[in-house]
């Protein structure tokens, strides 16, 4: 494990250098390669590690008995997963956690997380991370019961347009990955976007999206 990435990671910024190897050459932090399609944690799995995503992009999901899916959360570069798990009265992963692109990941186990809580900068950077989840999930229950369809798949491709820095937006997953986040069927996102675009809020180019006007 290379410490010198380590050390760009904001939760590991101001732990010394001996700390990190320390708990390197332990094997308590390690470095994983995931491909595309695989299922990182399991719906019901014991949360034993933190996740910190360095590469790639991910999907909590959870699966209906008649076997549709629905996309809970996202996970991108710098998300930190299992925060709110690891010391929680129940410590089973909620959802199934997938890559939807090819990941590397960095874990770090529960005996490491407890050595680094005593370093404030640590523990400030963990618990902000606690939060942002938070705010996710908070966001997802205001999708699912707040707002129109054609507000949440604006909400989304103005979130997108922030993180990536332009009107024309790159969709990082297929119209059926997002009609699961969205919690609909493909044919009602299909029509709301045709809606959209109709009415010259978008422009839909394959893949990217352009933000015409604002909604």
């Known amino acids: 494990m290379n410490i010198d990435i380590l050390r760009n990671i904001p939760l590991f910024s101001a732990i010394k250098e001996s700390d990190l190897e320390k708990q390197t050459e332990g094997n308590h932090i390690y470095q994983k390669h995931y491909m595309k399609g695989v299922t990182v944690h399991n719906e019901n799995e014991t949360c034993r590690i933190l996740?910190?995503?360095?590469?790639?992009?991910?999907?909590?999901y959870s699966l209906s008995t008649n076997g549709s899916s629905t996309t809970i959360f996202e996970f991108s570069k710098g998300s930190v997963i299992g925060a709110n798990l690891l010391f929680g009265e129940n410590h089973s992963y909620p959802l199934n956690i997938y890559c939807l692109t090819d990941c590397q990941i960095i874990h770090v186990d529960i005996n490491a997380v407890l050595e680094f809580l005593h370093d404030y900068n640590f523990t400030l950077h963990y618990i902000r991370s606690i939060s942002q989840n938070s705010q996710g999930i908070n966001?997802?229950?205001?999708?699912?019961?707040?707002?129109?369809?054609?507000?949440?798949?604006?909400?989304?491709?103005?979130?997108?347009?922030?993180l990536q820095k332009s009107s024309v937006i790159l969709i990082p997953m297929s119209k059926?990955?997002?009609?699961?986040?969205?919690?609909?069927?493909?044919?009602?996102?299909?029509r709301e976007l045709?809606?959209?675009?109709?009415?010259?809020?978008?422009?839909?180019?394959?893949?990217?999206?352009?933000?015409?006007k604002e909604y």
Not at 194 to 212: R, V, Y
């Open 51 to 60: 996740d910190i995503v360095l590469s790639g992009s991910l999907v909590a």
């Open 139 to 162: 966001q997802k229950i205001a999708m699912f019961t707040q707002r129109t369809l054609r507000e949440n798949i604006m909400d989304y491709f103005k979130q997108q347009a922030i």
């Open 176 to 190: 059926r990955q997002l009609a699961d986040y969205l919690g609909v069927q493909r044919p009602s996102l299909f």
């Open 194 to 212: 045709k809606k959209l675009k109709d009415e010259g809020f978008i422009e839909i180019n394959n893949h990217t999206i352009t933000i015409k």
